[in-house]
């Protein structure tokens, strides 16, 4: 018969065991001191909040009605929205969201485009060198005007707007 020998802690046994258990407990540490820090930065579950500001339309030149409208978008949650859509009772035709890109040898061009990030705790500023809402204007608008706009986003829902149709170049007061 063998003689079985109860088991021993060992110096060896003892830092093995010791360093097994270091490494979760140090992932844990690290993964807590982060949510910590998210939760006391305000961003845990805090869902998209926009808000609109600067709303602009330009004013058509000559006979064309085809326009440009612009907004100031910020979102005070914290995860990102994409607009997804804009709609006005004010102009005629189909509204939709545009980017404008530039080729290689610099010639500038317009892409329509399906949605525009607002990213968490950002702003995007449309302008005519990048996004714009792209519409047909309405028969009589004068500079001054006020033209209401409902902006569609992913997470926030409809935001209504006004825009103030200004010469190209202007901007809202």
């Known amino acids: 018969m063998t003689e079985q020998h109860p088991w021993r802690p060992t110096r060896r046994r003892l830092t093995d065991t ?4 270091i490494a979760p407990l140090a992932a844990c540490g690290l993964a807590l001191a982060g949510l910590t820090i998210w939760v006391g930065a305000g961003k845990a579950g805090s869902p998209a909040r926009i808000t609109v500001s600067a709303g602009r339309v330009f004013l058509p030149y000559g006979d064309s009605t085809e326009t440009a409208a612009f907004f100031d978008l910020t979102n005070l949650g914290g995860v990102d929205d994409r607009l997804v859509r804009v709609t006005s009772p004010a102009a005629r035709g189909e509204i939709t969201l545009s980017r404008h890109r530039t080729t290689r040898s610099g010639a500038a061009y317009k892409a329509d485009t399906a949605s525009a990030t607002v990213p968490a ?3 995007l500023a449309m302008s ?3 996004v714009d809402v792209s519409l047909r204007a309405g028969a009589r608008w004068q500079t001054g005007d006020l033209v209401s706009f ?5 997470r926030s829902g409809t935001v209504r707007a006004v825009a103030v149709v200004v010469r190209p170049g202007g901007r809202a007061s």
């Open 18 to 21: 010791l360093l097994a258990a």
């Open 121 to 123: 705790g950002g702003k």
């Open 128 to 130: 005519p060198h990048g």
């Open 150 to 154: 409902t902006l569609h986003f992913e």
